[in-house]
């Protein structure tokens, strides 16, 4: 069964930090970038962040780039994101999610990319 296991969500104050772990298991992650999407409030799932777990590569959104770093260890088939300076419109659902990746650049993360889906996780930003 795949299972993408989401967690570290919680209330942090604007300009604090938060660490979101993504616990990936049933599936050969190796062939599949891994990163994170974000449901504001009232608005549609924005793709985040995403990591290759075959070489390593990164993408950034623009909305996240320089405050957002995504890792991985591929020991515990675990991804995990560092969001730090944490705005209010940080605020949302965030999910984790695998799509199929054979390693070099991340052209796209969008919504219709992931094959696989985690629960969200949810992190407020209070201003």
């Known amino acids: 069964e795949v299972q993408l296991q989401a967690s570290g969500g919680g209330l942090v104050q604007a300009g604090g930090s938060l660490r979101l772990s993504c616990a990936a298991s049933?599936?050969?992650?190796?062939?599949?970038?891994i990163g994170w999407f974000r449901r504001a409030p009232g608005k549609g799932r924005e793709g985040l962040s995403a990591?290759?777990?075959?070489?390593?590569?990164?993408y950034y959104s623009n909305s996240v780039k320089g405050r957002f770093t995504i890792s991985t260890d591929n020991a515990k088939n675990t991804v995990y994101v560092q969001m730090r300076d944490l705005k209010a419109e940080d605020t949302g659902v965030y999910y984790c999610?695998?799509?199929?990746?054979?390693?070099?650049?991340?052209?796209?993360?969008?919504?219709?990319?992931?094959?696989?889906w985690g629960q969200g996780t949810q992190v407020t930003v209070s201003s």
């Open positions: 999610a695998a799509a199929p990746h054979w390693g070099g650049r991340i052209i796209l993360w969008e919504e219709g990319v992931p094959h696989y």
């Open positions: 049933g599936f050969d992650s190796n062939y599949y970038a």
């Open positions: 990591i290759s777990i075959s070489d390593g590569r990164t």
